[in-house]
C-alpha cells in the first residue's frame, strides 16, 4: 500500500467531529453534562459545542432538527421520531413525583375543571400529563419561569410547575393541588417519563455509540463525584441552597438515568400510548431507542 494514501486514510479516520449538545440551563442537567462540559473526560475525535435552552424552546427546534444531540419532553417526541433516536441514558423520571398543580387556595368541588392553569409550553410532559389528568382544564401558556407570576397575578386559576419549582413553591406562597407524577403511577404503577436526550437518526453508527457512550460517562462520572458535580450544578440552581439542589439533582440524575431499562421504555410507550388513545398526540408512536 502507498504510505501517503495509509496516512490519508488514518487521518481521515480521527478527523474532529464536532456534534451541537443541546440540555437546560437547570441543576441536574448541569450535573449530568459537568464532566463533558468541564473535559473531565477524553471525548476521542468527538467534540461537543454545549448549548443551553429552556425544555420548551428545545422541542421547538428540534422540531426543526436543529441539534445533533438534544434534551426534549417525552411528549415532543411524539412530533420527533422519524428525525431522533432516543438515547438509553439521560433520562428523567418521576418516581411517584413530577410536575406539581399548584395555586394560591382551594379550587372548590370541580377541581382543574374549566380552570384556567398556566403551562410551561404546549410540548412539555407537564401538558401531556395535565391534559390527561384533566382534559378540560383551559391551558394558559407562559414560559416555565413566570408560572408562579402568572398564578400570582391571578392571571390563571392554577400552574404546573416543573424543575426546581416542584421544591420551591411554597415559598411563593401557593398549595399543591395534584402531584402529577403521583397520580400517573396510582393509573399505571409506572415512573412518569419527563424528558430524555435524543441524537439525531442521520449520524453514522459509530458516532452514534460513541456519543451515547460519552453522555454516559459523563452522568457516571458526576455520580461518582458528586461533591463537585454539585458545586458546578450550583450555578444553574436558581437560587437553590446546596441542600435543596442535592435533593433536586437526586431526584432526576440516578441509577435510572444511566439506563432506564426496559421498565423505563414501557413507561414511555404508555405515556404516548395513552396520548393517542385520548386524542392528545395525532397519531400512534413507536418510540425508538439507540440500543
Same mark, same amino acid.
Given at each position: 500500500? %502507498? !504510505? ?11 478527523? +474532529? ?14 450535573? /449530568? ?5 468541564? =473535559? ?24 426543526? $432538527?436543529?441539534? %445533533? ?18 438515547? !438509553? ?9 413530577? @410536575? ?12 382543574? =375543571? ?7 409550553? =404546549? ?6 400529563? *395535565?391534559? *390527561? ?5 383551559? @391551558?394558559?401558556?407562559?414560559? &416555565?419561569?413566570?408560572? &408562579? ?32 407524577? #403521583? ?8 415512573? *412518569? !417519563?419527563?424528558? $430524555? ?19 454516559? #460517562? ?11 458535580? *454539585?458545586?458546578?450544578? /450550583? ?19 440516578? %441509577? ?11 413507561? +414511555? ?6 396520548? &393517542? ?8 408512536? =413507536?418510540?425508538?431507542?439507540? #440500543?
Amino acid at each position: 500500500m %502507498d !504510505p501517503s494514501f495509509a496516512r490519508k486514510a488514518d487521518s481521515a479516520q480521527t478527523r +474532529v467531529l464536532e456534534l451541537t449538545l443541546a440540555h437546560s440551563p437547570d441543576a441536574d442537567d448541569a450535573f /449530568m453534562f459537568y464532566a463533558l462540559a468541564t =473535559k473531565k473526560i477524553r471525548t476521542g475525535h468527538l467534540r461537543f459545542t454545549h448549548v443551553l435552552e429552556d425544555i420548551e424552546t428545545l422541542n421547538q427546534k428540534a422540531l426543526e $432538527g436543529v441539534y %445533533d444531540i438534544t434534551a426534549l419532553s417525552f411528549h415532543a417526541y411524539a412530533y420527533l421520531a422519524e428525525r431522533y433516536l432516543l438515547l !438509553p441514558c439521560g433520562a428523567s423520571f418521576g418516581d411517584r413525583y413530577g @410536575p406539581l398543580v399548584v395555586a394560591r387556595g382551594p379550587l372548590g368541588s370541580a377541581g382543574l =375543571k374549566g380552570k384556567k392553569v398556566a403551562v410551561p409550553g =404546549k410540548m412539555t410532559t407537564a401538558y401531556l400529563a *395535565l391534559q *390527561l389528568y384533566e382534559p378540560e382544564a383551559e @391551558p394558559l401558556l407562559v414560559s &416555565f419561569d413566570q408560572v &408562579f407570576a402568572a398564578v400570582a397575578r391571578g392571571e390563571a386559576d392554577a400552574g404546573v410547575v416543573i424543575h426546581e419549582g416542584q421544591l420551591t413553591y411554597a415559598r411563593e406562597g401557593l398549595s399543591k393541588i395534584v402531584d402529577l407524577g #403521583e397520580w400517573w403511577h396510582q393509573q399505571t404503577g409506572l415512573r *412518569l !417519563p419527563l424528558g $430524555g436526550n435524543a441524537i439525531r437518526r442521520s449520524l453514522d453508527r459509530r458516532t452514534l455509540h460513541q456519543a451515547a457512550r460519552l453522555i454516559r #460517562e459523563s452522568i457516571e462520572y458526576g455520580l461518582k463525584h458528586r461533591e463537585e458535580a *454539585l458545586e458546578y450544578a /450550583m450555578q444553574f440552581g436558581r437560587g437553590l441552597d446546596t441542600a435543596t439542589a442535592d435533593r433536586f439533582v437526586s431526584m432526576y440524575v440516578n %441509577d435510572w438515568t444511566l439506563d432506564y431499562g426496559e421498565r423505563g421504555r414501557q413507561a +414511555v410507550r404508555t405515556l404516548l400510548e395513552r396520548g &393517542f388513545e385520548k386524542g392528545l398526540l395525532p397519531h400512534p408512536v =413507536k418510540p425508538e431507542f439507540l #440500543e
